[in-house]
């Protein structure tokens, strides 16, 4: 057999928590059928690149290390890797340039659900931008269209830096060879819920069936329950707690499981398509087919469409009070608990 790794980098909110989660939740199926997932687990390849990304070597080493002594396929998936710089990936290339063949993966999703995908995933990481403000800053800020000595506006700066998915293939794709760029499109919305895992296995080599469904997802809110969260990072960062002070809490309870389980009884972000949205994605792929990349799914599905839901500024305050309430009430909820089964603990040790 040869040695060979698939290296999906991304972009973000393109399904990569969704394919990292299948990935992890077959990982001994598919080392039955000669694909090796290294890592114990998804933190196990973000630890690794974030080795690669800064001057760390051991966790890096150590995965590469495990891709090395495998005789087959291996896979590696961390959207983190997208938007690096050359010196990042050439630092990947010359790590796995004695491989038989490396596959760089991009995965790609229409740009008018990206952008309220995107603002969400940035609030819940602490910021405290609007989503006019959000917007706006993307619009202005479009890679071409930047006015001449005009200011950079952050938002727009941070969505292009993680959204930019004709940069990504033509960084990856100088580095590695345009011919081992694979795209892989996120199918539109009706799609079935496997299609997207489907074309990922295609690269893979391995046919879906007898494969597990995904264990996890990366859980979306609702547009009240963001507007939560962005009014909190305010009173934290006022207090002196910005992010990634109390992640844990803010991030992984709040927003992923406590207001993540009221998203059906909230309307979600909306957005419909406007003109430069839709001559961005027209030149998007026209860029990324003079790239010649290898496409899996469809150019359509770059189509942007509307995105139904609500405009975050006419949500209506009573909505976000009742998020705020619910979110507080799990969380005094947990604590409650905690103390009671501690309590409980202390009194079987001083009867015993």
């Not at 590469?64 to 896979?75: E, L, N, R």
């Not at 590695?176 to 296995?201: I, K, Q, S, Y």
């Amino acid at each position: 057999m040869s040695r060979r790794l698939v290296l999906h980098v991304g972009a973000m909110k393109s399904g990569t928590s969704y394919i990292q989660s299948r990935l992890f939740a077959n990982k001994r199926r598919l080392a039955e059928r000669g694909i090796l997932v290294p890592g114990m687990n998804w933190l196990s390849q973000v630890m690794a690149a974030r080795d690669v990304l800064g001057d760390g070597q051991r966790q890096w080493a150590k995965m590469a290390g495990k891709v090395h002594a495998h005789d087959g396929t291996s896979v590696i998936s961390m959207e983190y890797l997208g938007p690096v710089r050359p010196v990042v990936v050439e630092r990947v290339r010359a790590t796995y340039a004695d491989l038989d063949e490396v596959t760089v993966v991009v995965t790609a999703r229409d740009l008018n659900r990206s952008i309220p995908a995107m603002w969400q995933e940035t609030v819940q990481n602490g910021r405290t931008w609007t989503f006019a403000e959000y917007v706006e800053g993307i619009e202005s800020w479009r890679p071409g269209h930047r006015g001449e000595g005009e200011s950079p506006s952050e938002a727009g700066r941070t969505f292009w830096r993680q959204q930019n998915i004709v940069r990504f293939a033509r960084t990856w794709g100088e580095a590695f060879g345009r011919d081992r760029l694979v795209l892989v499109t996120v199918p539109p919305p009706g799609a079935p819920r496997d299609l997207l895992w489907e074309r990922f296995c295609s690269v893979l080599g391995t046919d879906p069936a007898g494969l597990d469904p995904a264990r996890m997802g990366n859980e979306s809110i609702g547009a009240a329950s963001t507007l939560v969260i962005r009014r909190l990072n305010e009173l934290l960062d006022e207090a002196g707690l910005p992010f990634p002070e109390g992640t844990d809490l803010r991030k992984g309870m709040l927003a992923k499981q406590l207001l993540a389980a009221r998203k059906s009884a909230e309307p979600a972000t909306g957005l419909p398509v406007q003109p430069w949205v839709r001559d961005h994605a027209t030149h998007m792929v026209a860029s990324l087919q003079d790239l010649g990349v290898r496409l899996v799914g469809s150019w359509d599905d770059l189509t942007p469409v509307d995105v139904p839901g609500i405009d975050p500024a006419h949500v209506d305050p009573s909505d976000v009070a009742e998020a705020a309430i619910a979110g507080l009430a799990g969380l005094l909820e947990g604590q409650i608990r905690a103390a009671a089964e501690s309590e409980a603990g202390d009194d079987e040790e001083h009867t015993g």
